[in-house]
C-alpha cells in the first residue's frame, strides 16, 4: 500500500536551520525561500480545492505567502511551517468572503484542468473525479484534501479546523460515502474502485 | 460550518476498545481513515477478508482521489511569489530608509538651529566686553613677534566690504581676517604693538551692542571710535597708547558712499 508515502511531512524539507540572529534580513530571505519552494505547490492545491478556481487560489496563496513573510519571525518551528501556512491561507479566504461577497457559482468552473502525465482514461476520470470533489459540501470536501493531499491524520485536521475529531472522522467518513455512492451510480465508473 | 445534514455527534465511538466493532461502525471507521492503523479496525480486517478487501478498495480508492486532486500547479507561480515578496520588502525598506531620512533631516535641521542660536546670539551687553572676550579667546592665535604681515593691498579688499579703505598702513599688519563679531561679520585686525598685539575691529554698527567708549579690565583695554556705519575698536595691553592708534586710524581711514 503505497498510500503511507504520503504522510511526508514537506517541513523536513525546510532544513536550513534557522541560524541565531534568525532576525537578519537575509536569514529571513533564506528561510522564505525555502518555504516557497517546498510548500507553495501543496498550498495551491489546498486553495484550489478551497476556492474552486484557479486564479482566485493563486491570489490566494500569493496573499498568504505575502502575510508569511511578514509574520515569518513568529514561525518558531518550520515543522509546523505547513500547517502554519494552510492557517494563514483560511484565513486571508475568510477574509477574501468579507471584502466581496461574490458567491461562489455551482462549481462549473471547475472545469477542465490540465492533462498531467496518465493515460487519456485516467485523464477522463480525474476529471469525472474532481468534478465530483467539487461538488461536496465544502464542509466535507476540506478534510478530505487535507487527508488525502496534505496527509495529515484526523487529530491535526481537527485542529487546524478548530473541530473535535469525532466531527472530523464523521466529516471523512460522509465525504468517501458520497463520492462512493456517486460511483456506485455510474457503473463505467466502477473500475476506481475495483481494479 | 454548519453540518445541516445530520448531526455529526449520531456517530458510535470508533476507538472505543471495549466493543467488538460491527459492520457498521468498521464501515464508518475504514472510510474516515482508509489507512487506519487502530486495533480494533486491524482486528476486525484479520477476522473478516471482506473488510480487509474493502479496506484495500478504499486505499485505492484514496489514489485514485489523491491523483485527481493533484492539479497542476502553475510552472511561474513560485518566481511570483519570490519576485512579490521582494517587492513588498524592497518597498518595506523604501519607506523604512524615507523614514530614516526624515528622522536625519529633522535632527540636521534642530542642529543646525541650535548651532546658529548658540553662535548668533547675543550673550554680551556692549561692545567692549565682547571685544575684550574676543581677544582673549584668540590670544594664543597670535604673537607679537609673528612674521606673517599682511600687505596693505589686502587689508583694503576687505576693508571694501566696508566701504572703506586705509591711505597708509597703520602699523605692521600681522593678520586681517573676516570674523563673526557677536554675529556680525566684522574686520579683525592684528597689528605688532610695543609688548604685545594690537587688535583692531571694524564692526558694522548694530542696536543690539551698546557703545562703549573706553573700556577695560586688569590687564587690557579698550576703545571705540564710532564712524557712520561702522565702529573701529582697537584693544591693547595697557603699555600701548590707544589714542596714538585712534589718531591714525582717524587720519588714516577713508570712507566711500
Redesign the interface.
Known amino acids: 500500500m503505497k498510500i503511507f508515502g504520503n504522510k511526508k511531512t514537506p517541513a523536513q524539507v525546510l532544513d536550513t536551520e534557522p541560524s541565531k540572529n534568525s532576525n537578519s534580513m537575509a536569514t529571513k530571505q533564506v528561510r522564505y525561500e525555502a518555504l516557497v519552494k517546498a510548500l507553495h505547490g501543496d498550498l495551491y492545491r489546498y486553495a484550489y480545492w478551497l476556492t474552486h478556481d484557479k486564479q482566485v487560489a493563486e491570489d490566494l496563496v500569493q496573499e498568504t505567502f505575502l502575510r508569511a513573510w511578514r509574520a515569518l519571525d513568529s514561525l518558531k518551528d518550520e515543522k509546523a511551517a505547513k500547517s502554519w501556512l494552510i492557517t494563514i491561507l483560511r484565513r486571508e479566504n475568510a477574509r477574501r468572503f468579507e471584502r466581496k461577497r461574490f458567491d461562489m457559482s455551482e462549481y462549473e468552473e471547475a472545469s477542465i484542468m490540465d492533462t498531467q502525465s496518465t493515460t487519456t482514461e485516467q485523464v477522463i476520470e480525474n476529471q469525472w473525479l474532481r468534478d465530483k470533489i467539487a461538488q461536496l459540501p465544502p464542509e466535507y470536501s476540506e478534510p478530505l484534501v487535507l487527508q488525502v493531499l496534505g496527509g495529515y491524520s484526523g487529530e491535526d485536521i481537527a485542529s487546524m479546523l478548530n473541530l473535535n475529531k469525532n466531527t472530523v472522522m464523521t466529516r471523512l467518513f460522509r465525504a468517501r460515502n458520497q463520492l462512493k455512492d456517486a460511483l456506485e451510480k455510474e457503473p463505467g465508473k466502477m473500475r476506481l474502485l475495483h481494479e | ?3 445541516n ?1 445530520t448531526s ?2 449520531d ?1 458510535p ?2 476507538d472505543n476498545p471495549t466493543n467488538k466493532m460491527d459492520d457498521l461502525q468498521y464501515r ?2 475504514i ?5 487506519s492503523q487502530n486495533e480494533d479496525v486491524i482486528a476486525a480486517q484479520n477476522a473478516d477478508p471482506a473488510k480487509k478487501q474493502l479496506a ?19 510552472d511561474d ?2 518566481n ?3 519576485l ?2 521582494t517587492l ?2 524592497h518597498q518595506q525598506e523604501k519607506r523604512k530608509s524615507r523614514v530614516h531620512l526624515a528622522l536625519a533631516a529633522s535632527v540636521a535641521i534642530v542642529a543646525g538651529l541650535v548651532v546658529n542660536y548658540l553662535q548668533f546670539s547675543s550673550s554680551y551687553t556692549n561692545l567692549g566686553d565682547y571685544a575684550l572676550a574676543h581677544v582673549y579667546h584668540e590670544e594664543n592665535d597670535f604673537y607679537n613677534d609673528d612674521s606673517n604681515r599682511v600687505s596693505l593691498t589686502t587689508l583694503n579688499k576687505k576693508m571694501a566690504t566696508f566701504n572703506g579703505g586705509f591711505n597708509e598702513s597703520l602699523g605692521e599688519l600681522i593678520s586681517a581676517d573676516y570674523c563673526r563679531f557677536d554675529g556680525m561679520k566684522s574686520l579683525h585686525l592684528v597689528y605688532q604693538g610695543l609688548t604685545d598685539t594690537v587688535a583692531v575691529f571694524i564692526v558694522p554698527k548694530k542696536e543690539h551692542l551698546s557703545f562703549t567708549n573706553k573700556f577695560s579690565d586688569n590687564k587690557l583695554q579698550g576703545e571705540s571710535l564710532g564712524f557712520q556705519n561702522t565702529n573701529i575698536l582697537v584693544v591693547a595691553d595697557k603699555n600701548e597708547s590707544l589714542e596714538m592708534w585712534q589718531r591714525a586710524i582717524n587720519d588714516n581711514i577713508t570712507w566711500s558712499i
Request: charge should be neutral; proline fraction near 7%.
Open positions: 460550518m454548519n453540518d445534514h455529526d455527534r456517530m465511538k470508533i464508518r471507521s472510510y474516515a481513515d482508509p489507512t484495500h478498495d478504499l486505499c485505492l480508492f484514496d489514489e485514485q482521489l489523491k491523483q485527481a486532486m493533484n492539479i497542476p500547479v502553475p507561480l513560485c511570483k511569489l519570490l512579490r515578496q513588498a520588502s
